[in-house]
């Protein structure tokens, strides 16, 4: 018998901020309103009332033309939707709510869309005999997860500097989930993936492991 698995979702519009500028000229107006969808997983243990913390397993992001709405690109939408596994009623519900968000909002604003998934799945009980071992076990794993251990400073400091191309393809960030604009500096992982420069100091500040790929970074405890 497989384990029940529940999905809920949640569609919001927020501000775009802009970087390296307290002033937006009219070369920084945006020409895209990107729409992110993030699917992340959470799993609980049903006999002990335990859950392991959330993890990010998919992020996708288009770009529409400003100007354009958002409801033209429902296939486009659907088929993200079903690259993530989500289920075909929940794909619809997802669906309806990013019309109504849609429904005479102005692209050109500077705002996007943001599209969080949660899955969450319910693990079988273990047997009675073992409830106690695995509960107590269980809980001080839970303890151990809840302190995220940061990358040295030294590692930190270490990342390497880019300067992203004006002719390169765009790149998102996906720490803020904004777009990584040409021109401004950016840190490149050991791992390749580049992300804003203040994004991902402050992500390993917490967590000495990559967003994307979960690349160990140096810590005090490995």
Same mark, same amino acid.
């Given at each position: 018998?497989?384990?029940?698995?529940?999905?809920?979702?949640?569609?919001?519009?927020?501000?775009?901020?802009?970087?390296?500028?307290?002033?937006?000229?009219?070369?920084?107006?945006?020409?895209?309103?990107?729409?992110?969808?993030?699917?992340?997983?959470?799993?609980? =243990?049903?006999?002990?009332?335990?859950?392991?913390?959330?993890?990010? $397993?998919?992020?996708?992001? $288009?770009?529409?033309?400003?100007?354009?709405?958002?409801?033209?690109?429902?296939?486009?939408?659907?088929?993200?939707?079903?690259?993530?596994?989500?289920?075909?009623?929940?794909?619809?519900?997802?669906?309806?709510?990013?019309?109504?968000?849609?429904?005479?909002?102005?692209?050109?604003?500077?705002?996007?869309?943001?599209?969080?998934?949660?899955?969450?799945?319910?693990?079988? !009980?273990?047997?009675?005999?073992? +409830?106690?071992?695995?509960?107590? !076990?269980?809980?001080?794993?839970?303890?151990?997860?809840?302190?995220? $251990?940061?990358?040295?400073?030294?590692?930190?400091?270490?990342?390497?500097?880019?300067?992203?191309?004006?002719?390169?393809?765009?790149?998102?960030?996906?720490?803020?989930?904004?777009?990584?604009?040409?021109?401004?500096?950016?840190?490149?992982?050991?791992?390749?993936?580049?992300?804003?420069?203040?994004?991902?100091?402050?992500?390993?500040?917490?967590?000495?492991?990559?967003?994307?790929?979960?690349?160990?970074?140096?810590? +005090? =405890?490995?």
């Amino acid at each position: 018998m497989e384990n029940p698995i529940n999905y809920n979702f949640i569609v919001r519009l927020k501000p775009k901020t802009y970087r390296n500028s307290q002033h937006v000229n009219i070369d920084q107006l945006p020409t895209t309103f990107p729409v992110n969808f993030l699917l992340y997983k959470r799993e609980i =243990y049903s006999l002990h009332g335990v859950y392991r913390r959330p993890e990010a $397993i998919s992020r996708k992001i $288009i770009h529409i033309s400003v100007g354009d709405s958002p409801s033209h690109h429902i296939n486009d939408f659907k088929e993200i939707l079903t690259d993530m596994g989500i289920p075909e009623i929940k794909i619809s519900q997802i669906l309806f709510e990013i019309t109504t968000k849609a429904h005479g909002i102005d692209t050109s604003n500077g705002v996007f869309m943001f599209v969080s998934i949660r899955k969450t799945i319910y693990q079988e !009980a273990r047997l009675r005999n073992e +409830e106690d071992d695995i509960a107590r !076990a269980e809980r001080e794993s839970m303890e151990v997860e809840a302190k995220p $251990i940061p990358a040295t400073k030294s590692s930190i400091d270490a990342l390497e500097r880019v300067v992203l191309d004006a002719s390169a393809s765009a790149r998102d960030c996906t720490v803020c989930m904004e777009e990584i604009d040409a021109g401004s500096e950016a840190i490149r992982m050991p791992c390749s993936h580049v992300y804003h420069s203040d994004c991902i100091v402050k992500w390993l500040q917490t967590s000495h492991m990559c967003p994307l790929c979960r690349y160990h970074m140096p810590c +005090e =405890y490995l």
